[in-house]
């Protein structure tokens, strides 16, 4: 069993950009895909940890997971065509794999590329080939992502909120203080030591709020509130000053950026733990073979 905090970390669909190259992928476009309902990661290459062992941990800590290969990139003991093909054989459907490469000036070569990965490997979610204009290469991984689901079930990426993160609106009881509990680009949920007098569907106005240390102020309407461990939940929809569904404009760029570190930290703390994890065990000489940790804490022998 994973503790609480895990979950909500693992949860949810996840993309992994392995060792692509930051000219034509840069770090800068994860927030923006963020922004598209994505969860998306680069993962590099270092002496620190193998990468082969690196996305074996991915693969069972994020087991809803959809991994971009670039193989362009040189990497010591790594084969693409055999590595690829294995992890496909060995994983199935267990995991989505999409292809990354620079673009090809022989057409013919592409066309070796596409038949080997799509048809003879059976990788699901594309052979793409990366423009030397790094700026149309968003709008090419984008419409992949999109065709292959990358957002999973949910529009907007979550966030769980720390113990300080509160919410506060006048009513017509006087001042509501609350507790706000996790936040996306589109909803916040929020819990109250007393019930609301707001109704469902009401809109309320001037809302302060403040998310890990981000304070801003917006109308919200209130979508939903059902009792959750004996607590009301209340679930608002943003609204902005348009009278529209979402935050006004110069929020919402500064809450995407808050939660993309909020998720991004997170995710990343817990796979560098796992990557130290399996660096000590790869160093321990009583291993004669590679292994790796398990979401549950434990070491399991990863070519099992």
């Not at 979950?7 to 949810?12: A, D, F, L, S, W």
């Not at 981000?214 to 009301?232: C, E, K, W, Y």
């Not at 990343?268 to 990557?275: D, G, N, R, V």
């Amino acid at each position: 069993m994973i503790d609480e905090a895990t979950k909500n970390i693992v949860e949810g669909r996840k993309t992994f950009f392995i060792v692509p190259d930051t000219a034509l992928l840069p770090e800068s476009y994860l927030e923006d895909f963020l922004a598209r309902g994505y969860e998306t990661y680069i993962i590099g290459d270092d002496r620190y940890c193998p990468l082969s062992v690196k996305i074996e941990i991915i693969i069972r800590t994020f087991t809803d997971s959809i991994l971009f290969f670039y193989i362009d990139a040189d990497v010591a003991d790594i084969e693409w065509h055999t590595y690829i093909r294995d992890l496909q054989n060995r994983y199935g459907n267990n995991v989505l794999i999409g292809v990354l490469y620079a673009k090809r000036t022989n057409e013919e070569q592409k066309k070796r590329l596409e038949k080997y990965y799509l048809f003879d490997v059976g990788i699901q979610c594309g052979c793409i080939s990366l423009e030397y204009q790094r700026t149309k290469n968003f709008a090419l991984i984008d419409k992949v992502m999109f065709a292959n689901q990358a957002a999973g079930r949910r529009k907007n990426v979550r966030a769980i909120c720390d113990a300080n993160s509160k919410v506060n609106f006048m009513t017509d009881r006087g001042l509501a203080k609350g507790n706000v509990l996790d936040v996306s680009l589109s909803h916040f949920s929020c819990s109250f030591d007393f019930p609301l007098s707001v109704k469902l569907y009401e809109k309320v106005k001037n809302i302060m709020i403040n998310v890990n240390g981000f304070h801003f102020s917006t109308d919200a309407i209130l979508l939903m509130q059902r009792p959750v461990n004996g607590t009301m939940l209340y679930v608002f929809v943003f609204a902005n000053a348009n009278g529209q569904q979402g935050l006004n404009p110069d929020v919402h760029s500064r809450l995407l950026q808050k939660i993309y570190q909020m998720v991004s930290e997170k995710a990343k703390a817990l796979m560098w733990s796992k990557f130290d994890a399996a660096r000590k065990a790869l160093a321990n000489p009583s291993h004669s073979r590679a292994f790796v940790p398990g979401t549950d804490g434990e070491i399991h022998d990863y070519y099992s």
